[in-house]
């Protein structure tokens, strides 16, 4: 099983409003990221988490906050948003950090539409 | 962060021809991966090479990771519609640290 799972799939939201992207995987990996994609360009990382640790930030707004509650659950709280911010989101999770090889799974993304 | 130049940017096929795009970089990676992306969705990985000169087939898929562990090929032979879609490769340094290509956007016509 090689599944990561994101929810919810779709979120539209106020520039108002709180609240949360949720990513879990059950494959026992010890490293997961979030990233912002825009269409048809790359990802881009914003934050990974390296045995439930924010090990990378890269300069992302402290309008997106990350948490890791436990190895397998990664959170991203929202608030303030601007319509900017409207983009796919993206969870991945690899094994173990330390590994000199490493392979990155994704989830299949939450489409955030922010008005 | 780095990003590996991804070549060509875009390509329009006929049903049934083969393709081939590559991905380089100015840093030497351990491994070398190649993602599929549909519209909303996200990456789905093809391929994971792991040893400089590996050659690694899945299917009518194909790729090579390069002498130099500077670059990778994907090769698709005989395409078909589901085939369309944004590939992208990605270059993992070391850890949990890994640098996409800017992708190649597939277009079949059938």
């Known amino acids: 099983d090689t599944e990561v799972t994101q929810t919810p799939k779709h979120l539209v939201m106020g520039m108002t409003n709180k609240k949360s992207l949720k990513c879990e995987q059950h494959?026992?990996?010890?490293?997961m990221y979030w990233y912002k994609q825009k269409a048809k360009k790359p990802p881009e990382l914003m934050f990974v988490?390296?045995?439930?640790?924010?090990?990378i930030n890269e300069s992302v707004p402290s309008r997106f906050s990350p948490e890791c509650p436990n190895s397998s659950l990664l959170n991203l709280h929202l608030h303030a948003l601007q319509p900017e911010d409207s983009a796919l989101y993206l969870c991945?999770?690899?094994?173990?950090?330390?590994?000199?090889?490493?392979?990155?799974?994704f989830g299949a993304g939450t489409r955030l539409s922010v008005l | 962060g780095q990003q590996l130049n991804q070549s060509p940017q875009s390509m329009f096929i006929q049903e049934g021809e083969d393709v081939s795009m590559n991905c380089t970089s100015s840093?030497?990676?351990?491994?070398w991966l190649w993602y599929k992306q549909d519209p909303g969705e996200g990456p789905v990985l093809l391929i994971a090479?792991?040893?400089?000169?590996e050659l690694t087939s899945n299917g009518r898929l194909t790729a090579q990771f390069g002498i130099t562990r500077k670059d990778s090929f994907l090769n698709i032979s005989a395409s078909i519609p589901s085939d369309v879609g944004i590939y992208f490769c990605?270059?993992?340094?070391?850890?949990?640290?890994?640098?996409f290509g800017t992708g190649t956007s597939l277009t079949v016509i059938p």
């Open positions: 991945a999770s690899s094994q173990d950090p330390g590994q000199g090889t490493n392979i990155q799974y």
């Open positions: 494959m026992g990996h010890r490293a």
């Open positions: 988490y390296s045995y439930e640790k924010l090990s």
């Open positions: 840093s030497i990676f351990n491994t």
């Open positions: 090479l792991y040893k400089a000169g």
């Open positions: 990605a270059g993992q340094l070391y850890g949990n640290q890994f640098y």
